[in-house]
C-alpha cells in the first residue's frame, strides 16, 4: 500500500476547502434548480459544511475503500440523515444521491490542479474519489429506499384505518360496514378497531355488516366468529348482517359453524334486532307534510 | 403482604384489580372474596379488570372461580372493564370463561347486577307466594 | 439473526412470573409493537413461565431482542430441568392437563406467537422458544 496516496485527497480538500465547497453547492444547486421548495440554498450550505466537517478527517485516516469501519461512521450517520429527511420531503432517488455525487467535479478539478503533471498519480487519485464517492452515493440510496418504505408502510396502515370505520347507528349501537376483499392483515385491524370502538362509545351492540364483500372463506368467517367471541368477553353484542345467500352456502359447505352467534340477511334486520335488544321499540306517527 | 382492596358499594362488591397479580395474590383473593360476601351478605359482586393487561389461563380459571364461588353464596357476579386486546388474547388461547357475566364498565355491570339480583328476588317472593 | 439486548430471569416462584411478564411488556413498549402483539406474547410467556414454575422450579427465561434486515423480534426461551414432557403432541392439543390447568398453555401459546419450538425429554428438562416479530 502506498502511504503518500491516501492524504492527496485529504490535503486537497483542507488546502482547497472553501473553493469546494462553492463549486459543490453550485453544482447542487444547477441540479435540483427545480427543488428549490424543498431546501433553501442555506440549508443545503449548512448540509455541505457539515459534511465536509466529517469527510475530511474520514479521509485523512487513510482507508478510502471500507465505509463501514468506525472512522466513516459520523459521515454515514449524517449522509444517513439527510437521506432520510431528503425521502420523507420528496425528493427523488437521484435528487438525493446527488448530494454526494455533484463532489466529484469539484474534487477532480482541484486534483488536476495539484496532480495535473502525474499523470500516474492523478489516475489513481481520481480513481480512488471515484470509487469512494461512489459507495457513499449507493449509501444514501439505500438508506433513501428504506425510509420510503417505512413511509409507503404508514400510509398503508393509515389507509387501513380509513377503509374500517365505525358508525353510530344510535345510542349504544354501532355499525362497521365492511367493502372489498377482507384479507388476514385488514380484518385483524378492523377486528382491533371495532373493539375499541365498542369501549371508547360504551356501545352494547356492534354490527359488522359484510355486504360489501364479495367473497368469505374459512380463514375471514374465523376472524368474524373470533371478532364476535372477542365481544362477548368484554360483555358487548356482535352481530353479522349482509349475509348473501351465495355467502351462507359457502360457510354451509366449507363447514363454518355459526353457532350461537346472531346473523341477519340486511344491515336493516340487524337494526332492528338491535333496538329489540337494547329496549327501543319504534312507533309510527303520521310524517311530517 | 398487600392484599386488593374489595370495597362495599351498597348491596354489591366492587374488586378492582389493579396491579400485575402473582398467583398467590390471586389465591388470597378468592379468600378474601368469598368471606367478604358472606360477611356483608352481599347480594352481587363487580370484578373491575380495566387495568389488567393481561389474562392467562391461571388468572381466567380464578375469575372463573370467583365468579362460581359468588353463585354458590346466593349472589350475582359479574366482570367489568375486559381491554379488547386481553380479550383478543383469550379468545386466540381458547379460555371458554362460559360460566362468567361480564359487562362493558362498571356503570353498565351495576346496572347488569340490578337486574339480576331484582330478577332473582322477585322469584324468591313469587315461590314464597305460592306456598 | 442478531440479538441486541438480551436478559435472563431465574423461574423459581410465582413472583418471577410477574417479572418475567413486566420484562417482555417493557420491551415491546420500548420497540413500539403493537398492543394487541404485546398482551398476546405476554401471554404466552405467562402461560410457559407458569408451566416451568409448577412443573420443575428450577428454571430461567432468557429474553432476547432480535433484529433481522428487515425486522424486529422478541423471544423468549424458557428451559428447565424438570420433569418433561413424555408425549409433546398430546401436550399440544387444548384441554389435555397432566396438572390442576385448562390445558391450555402450550396449544395456546402456540397460537399466540409467530414461531413455537419445543424440545423436552422425560427425566431430563424442557425447553420452549417463542418468538413475535413486529
Same mark, same amino acid.
Given at each position: 500500500?502506498?502511504?503518500?496516496?491516501?492524504? $492527496?485527497?485529504?490535503?486537497? @480538500?483542507?488546502?482547497?476547502?472553501?473553493?469546494?465547497?462553492?463549486?459543490?453547492?453550485?453544482?447542487?444547486?444547477?441540479?435540483?434548480?427545480?427543488?428549490?421548495?424543498?431546501?433553501?440554498?442555506?440549508?443545503?450550505? $449548512?448540509? &455541505?459544511?457539515?459534511?465536509?466537517?466529517?469527510?475530511?478527517?474520514?479521509?485523512?485516516?487513510?482507508? @478510502?475503500?471500507?465505509?463501514?469501519?468506525?472512522?466513516?461512521?459520523?459521515?454515514?450517520?449524517?449522509?444517513?440523515?439527510?437521506?432520510?429527511?431528503?425521502?420523507?420531503?420528496? /425528493?427523488?432517488? &437521484?435528487?438525493? =444521491?446527488?448530494?454526494?455525487? &455533484?463532489?466529484?467535479?469539484?474534487?477532480?478539478? $482541484?486534483?488536476?490542479?495539484?496532480?495535473?503533471?502525474?499523470?500516474?498519480?492523478?489516475?489513481?487519485?481520481?480513481?480512488?474519489?471515484?470509487?469512494?464517492?461512489?459507495?457513499?452515493?449507493?449509501?444514501?440510496?439505500?438508506?433513501?429506499?428504506?425510509?420510503?418504505?417505512?413511509?409507503?408502510?404508514?400510509?398503508?396502515?393509515?389507509?387501513?384505518?380509513?377503509?374500517?370505520?365505525?358508525?353510530?347507528?344510535?345510542?349504544?349501537?354501532?355499525? @362497521?360496514?365492511?367493502?372489498?376483499?377482507?384479507?388476514?392483515?385488514?380484518?385483524?385491524?378492523?377486528?382491533?378497531?371495532?373493539?375499541?370502538?365498542?369501549?371508547?362509545?360504551?356501545?352494547?351492540?356492534?354490527?359488522?355488516?359484510?355486504?360489501?364483500?364479495?367473497?368469505?372463506?374459512? @380463514?375471514?368467517?374465523?376472524?368474524?366468529?373470533?371478532?364476535?367471541?372477542?365481544?362477548?368477553?368484554?360483555? =358487548?353484542?356482535?352481530?353479522?348482517?349482509?349475509?348473501?345467500?351465495?355467502?351462507?352456502?359457502?360457510?354451509?359447505?366449507?363447514?363454518?359453524? /355459526?353457532?350461537?352467534?346472531?346473523?341477519?340477511?340486511?344491515? =336493516?334486520? =340487524?337494526?332492528?334486532?338491535?333496538?329489540?335488544?337494547?329496549?327501543?321499540?319504534?312507533?309510527?306517527?303520521?310524517?311530517?307534510? | 403482604?398487600?392484599?386488593?382492596?374489595?370495597?362495599?358499594?351498597?348491596?354489591?362488591?366492587?374488586?378492582?384489580?389493579?396491579?400485575?397479580?402473582?398467583?398467590?395474590?390471586?389465591?388470597?383473593?378468592?379468600?378474601? %372474596?368469598?368471606?367478604?360476601?358472606?360477611?356483608?351478605?352481599?347480594?352481587?359482586? %363487580?370484578?373491575?379488570?380495566?387495568?389488567?393487561?393481561? #389474562?392467562?389461563?391461571?388468572?381466567?380459571?380464578? %375469575?372463573?372461580?370467583?365468579?362460581?364461588?359468588?353463585?354458590?353464596?346466593?349472589?350475582?357476579?359479574?366482570?367489568?372493564?375486559?381491554?379488547?386486546? #386481553?380479550?383478543?388474547?383469550? #379468545?386466540?388461547?381458547?379460555?371458554?370463561?362460559? !360460566?362468567?357475566?361480564?359487562?362493558? !364498565?362498571?356503570?353498565?355491570?351495576?346496572?347488569?347486577?340490578?337486574? %339480576?339480583?331484582?330478577?332473582?328476588?322477585?322469584?324468591?317472593?313469587?315461590?314464597?307466594?305460592?306456598? | 439473526?442478531?440479538?441486541?439486548?438480551?436478559?435472563?430471569?431465574?423461574?423459581?416462584?410465582?413472583?418471577?412470573?410477574?417479572?418475567?411478564?413486566?420484562?417482555?411488556?417493557?420491551?415491546?413498549?420500548?420497540?413500539?409493537?403493537?398492543?394487541?402483539?404485546?398482551?398476546?406474547?405476554?401471554?404466552?410467556?405467562?402461560?410457559?413461565?407458569?408451566?416451568?414454575?409448577?412443573?420443575?422450579?428450577?428454571?430461567?427465561?432468557?429474553?432476547?431482542?432480535?433484529?433481522?434486515?428487515?425486522?424486529?423480534?422478541?423471544?423468549?426461551?424458557?428451559?428447565?430441568? +424438570?420433569?418433561?414432557?413424555?408425549?409433546?403432541?398430546?401436550?399440544?392439543?387444548?384441554?389435555?392437563?397432566?396438572?390442576?390447568?385448562?390445558?391450555?398453555?402450550? +396449544?395456546?401459546?402456540?397460537?399466540?406467537?409467530?414461531?413455537?419450538?419445543?424440545?423436552?425429554?422425560? +427425566?431430563?428438562?424442557?425447553?420452549?422458544?417463542?418468538?413475535?416479530?413486529?
Amino acid at each position: 500500500m502506498t502511504t503518500t496516496t491516501p492524504n $492527496r485527497i485529504a490535503d486537497v @480538500l483542507a488546502r482547497h476547502e472553501q473553493p469546494i465547497l462553492e463549486d459543490w453547492l453550485r453544482e447542487q444547486l444547477a441540479a435540483l434548480s427545480a427543488r428549490q421548495d424543498l431546501i433553501s440554498e442555506v440549508d443545503l450550505r $449548512r448540509q &455541505s459544511t457539515e459534511f465536509l466537517t466529517h469527510f475530511t478527517p474520514a479521509c485523512r485516516t487513510g482507508n @478510502l475503500t471500507d465505509i463501514t469501519t468506525p472512522e466513516w461512521k459520523p459521515g454515514c450517520d449524517f449522509l444517513g440523515d439527510v437521506s432520510r429527511s431528503r425521502a420523507i420531503q420528496g /425528493f427523488s432517488p &437521484s435528487e438525493t =444521491a446527488t448530494f454526494v455525487f &455533484s463532489l466529484k467535479q469539484p474534487l477532480f478539478s $482541484r486534483l488536476r490542479q495539484e496532480l495535473g503533471t502525474d499523470a500516474a498519480a492523478l489516475a489513481e487519485e481520481m480513481w480512488s474519489a471515484t470509487v469512494l464517492l461512489d459507495k457513499l452515493g449507493l449509501y444514501t440510496t439505500e438508506v433513501y429506499q428504506k425510509a420510503r418504505e417505512e413511509v409507503i408502510k404508514r400510509q398503508q396502515i393509515e389507509m387501513l384505518e380509513l377503509s374500517t370505520p365505525v358508525v353510530k347507528l344510535w345510542d349504544g349501537i354501532i355499525a @362497521l360496514p365492511l367493502i372489498g376483499t377482507l384479507d388476514s392483515g385488514r380484518t385483524n385491524v378492523m377486528m382491533e378497531n371495532l373493539l375499541q370502538n365498542i369501549v371508547a362509545t360504551g356501545s352494547s351492540i356492534a354490527i359488522v355488516d359484510i355486504t360489501g364483500v364479495p367473497t368469505v372463506d374459512t @380463514l375471514v368467517a374465523q376472524y368474524l366468529l373470533k371478532t364476535v367471541s372477542a365481544a362477548r368477553l368484554m360483555g =358487548a353484542e356482535c352481530i353479522i348482517s349482509g349475509i348473501r345467500p351465495q355467502i351462507a352456502q359457502t360457510m354451509v359447505h366449507l363447514g363454518v359453524e /355459526f353457532g350461537n352467534v346472531v346473523t341477519k340477511a340486511s344491515l =336493516a334486520d =340487524a337494526l332492528a334486532y338491535a333496538f329489540r335488544q337494547i329496549g327501543c321499540s319504534i312507533t309510527k306517527s303520521a310524517p311530517r307534510a | 403482604m398487600e392484599r386488593i382492596p374489595i370495597l362495599k358499594v351498597g348491596e354489591f362488591l366492587l374488586v378492582s384489580i389493579q396491579v400485575d397479580m402473582h398467583d398467590r395474590l390471586a389465591l388470597s383473593l378468592q379468600d378474601d %372474596l368469598t368471606a367478604q360476601v358472606v360477611a356483608a351478605r352481599a347480594k352481587g359482586v %363487580l370484578i373491575d379488570i380495566s387495568s389488567l393487561d393481561m #389474562v392467562d389461563s391461571f388468572i381466567g380459571r380464578m %375469575l372463573g372461580n370467583m365468579a362460581a364461588m359468588t353463585s354458590a353464596l346466593g349472589a350475582e357476579a359479574v366482570v367489568v372493564g375486559m381491554q379488547p386486546a #386481553v380479550a383478543i388474547t383469550i #379468545v386466540e388461547l381458547g379460555l371458554a370463561l362460559t !360460566n362468567v357475566r361480564t359487562a362493558l !364498565n362498571v356503570d353498565k355491570g351495576m346496572a347488569l347486577l340490578q337486574t %339480576l339480583v331484582h330478577e332473582s328476588s322477585v322469584i324468591d317472593s313469587h315461590e314464597f307466594h305460592e306456598k | 439473526m442478531n440479538s441486541t439486548k438480551s436478559k435472563t430471569l431465574a423461574l423459581r416462584s410465582c413472583e418471577d412470573i410477574v417479572h418475567v411478564r413486566q420484562a417482555v411488556r417493557a420491551w415491546m413498549v420500548e420497540r413500539q409493537f403493537s398492543l394487541v402483539d404485546q398482551t398476546k406474547m405476554v401471554t404466552a410467556a405467562s402461560e410457559l413461565a407458569r408451566n416451568s414454575v409448577d412443573y420443575a422450579g428450577d428454571g430461567t427465561a432468557q429474553i432476547d431482542l432480535l433484529e433481522e434486515c428487515d425486522r424486529i423480534g422478541i423471544r423468549v426461551l424458557i428451559e428447565d430441568y +424438570g420433569p418433561g414432557i413424555a408425549n409433546i403432541e398430546q401436550a399440544m392439543t387444548d384441554g389435555f392437563s397432566s396438572g390442576q390447568g385448562m390445558g391450555l398453555g402450550l +396449544g395456546g401459546s402456540k397460537r399466540l406467537v409467530d414461531d413455537f419450538e419445543i424440545w423436552s425429554e422425560p +427425566g431430563k428438562g424442557t425447553r420452549v422458544s417463542i418468538t413475535r416479530w413486529k
